[in-house]
């Protein structure tokens, strides 16, 4: 089944405790992109990679990392969380393209820092 | 730069009744919309895209959209609203020369309440 997942669903961090989500897809795209939800706002894009080893900014991207090492995973590394980080986030990844637009998401993981 | 303002927070529709779910959009090119659905406690699923085809766009679950460049608007309507289709409904534009050109701006969301 195509998909893409991430790990873990929810987590609860205290403040500062450095931590990872990972993200993996099995669909071969070259595009991974990070997003945040938060009420109100829908989702704000993270970071995102157009393909190995190629990753930028989004527009939310103070107190995040990522790194794209295989294709297939786009880790979310939070160095030292803050509470203004508990949100919902998503990952997603498309292909490349012309009009391949559209973007798979992953199920969330649901972040708590207190 | 692209914007989506989706019009209404909360819409609340008796079952069998239609729906309707607006969204207005801001783009300097030709642009890509979309249509994501988020039931509680779940990822997001597409419900539609409308990528310069028809304007009339049909989706998954008897959703559609028409694009209407003159008004600039994406608006979703059901003919017949069903107790699953409550939840979060997100109009979203794809910015192509920003984030690596597949960047999607989503708008703030709609939540849709089905009633008996």
């Known amino acids: 089944e195509a998909q893409v997942t991430q790990n873990p669903r929810y987590l609860i961090t205290v403040t500062g405790k450095k931590l990872t989500v990972t993200c993996s897809q099995n669909?071969?795209?070259?595009?991974m992109s990070w997003y945040r939800q938060d009420p109100g706002l829908g989702l704000r894009q993270i970071y995102y990679?157009?393909?190995?080893?190629?990753?930028d900014k989004g527009d939310v991207p103070e107190g995040y990392k990522v790194s794209r090492k295989e294709k297939r995973n786009f880790p979310l590394i939070l160095e030292s969380p803050s509470p203004n980080q508990t949100s919902l986030y998503f990952c997603a990844s498309s292909p490349v393209g012309v009009g391949s637009y559209e973007q798979y998401f992953g199920p969330g993981t649901r972040l708590t820092v207190t | 730069a692209q914007s989506v303002t989706q019009l209404d927070s909360h819409v609340s529709v008796s079952e069998g009744t239609p729906v309707l779910l607006r969204c207005n959009y801001s783009s300097s090119y030709s642009p890509s919309l979309f249509w994501y659905v988020q039931h509680p406690n779940k990822g997001l699923q597409l419900l539609l895209k409308?990528?310069?085809?028809?304007?009339l766009v049909k989706g998954i679950n008897g959703f559609e959209a028409e694009f209407k460049k003159s008004e600039t608007s994406f608006h979703l309507t059901k003919p017949s609203a069903h107790m699953s289709d409550a939840a979060e409904y997100f109009c979203?534009?794809?910015?192509?020369?920003?984030?690596?050109?597949?960047?999607?701006?989503f708008g703030a969301g709609t939540r849709l309440a089905v009633h008996p």
């Open positions: 990679s157009m393909n190995v080893e190629v990753t």
């Open positions: 979203v534009v794809s910015d192509p020369y920003s984030g690596g050109y597949n960047k999607l701006i």
């Open positions: 669909m071969n795209h070259e595009y």
């Open positions: 409308y990528t310069s085809a028809a304007t």
